[in-house]
């Protein structure tokens, strides 16, 4: 059930990023959409790698989601931080709990971890 939820909250992050990125920074001219909009479609991009990664079980899928959940989380808090507060509450509330979720689950999935270090 996570790698969907995953994808999907990947997508729809993704959407916003992309919106960011190109309406307010090409369109408009303005930088720190542009910025912004171009680090969440990135960060959305490693959310739907790890939602593939985990479904299909690659050998990595631990460090891809522990990467993807922590680049998640900081991107999200900070994007939703004051005065240009690119990132709304939904969004924030999605992307830090998706965040925390992929985190929990590298967690409770040790052997996976061993068995990468052991390759």
Do not use: C
Request: aromatic share 8%; no cysteine.
């Amino acid at each position: 059930m996570l790698p969907l939820t995953t994808a999907v909250i990947g997508f729809l992050l993704g959407l916003g990023g992309l919106r960011e990125f190109l309406v307010d920074g090409i369109w408009y001219g303005q930088l720190q959409p542009l910025l912004v909009g171009a680090a969440g479609a990135l960060v959305s991009s490693l959310l739907l790698l790890a939602a593939i990664a985990i479904w299909l079980g690659w050998s990595r899928w631990p460090r891809v989601a522990t990467v993807a959940g922590a680049l998640s989380i900081v991107f999200h808090i900070y994007g939703a931080l004051q005065p240009e507060r690119n990132v709304g509450l939904l969004a924030m509330t999605m992307g830090v709990g998706i965040g925390v979720a992929l985190l929990a689950h590298v967690k409770r999935h040790p052997q996976a971890a061993l068995q990468l270090v052991e390759r």
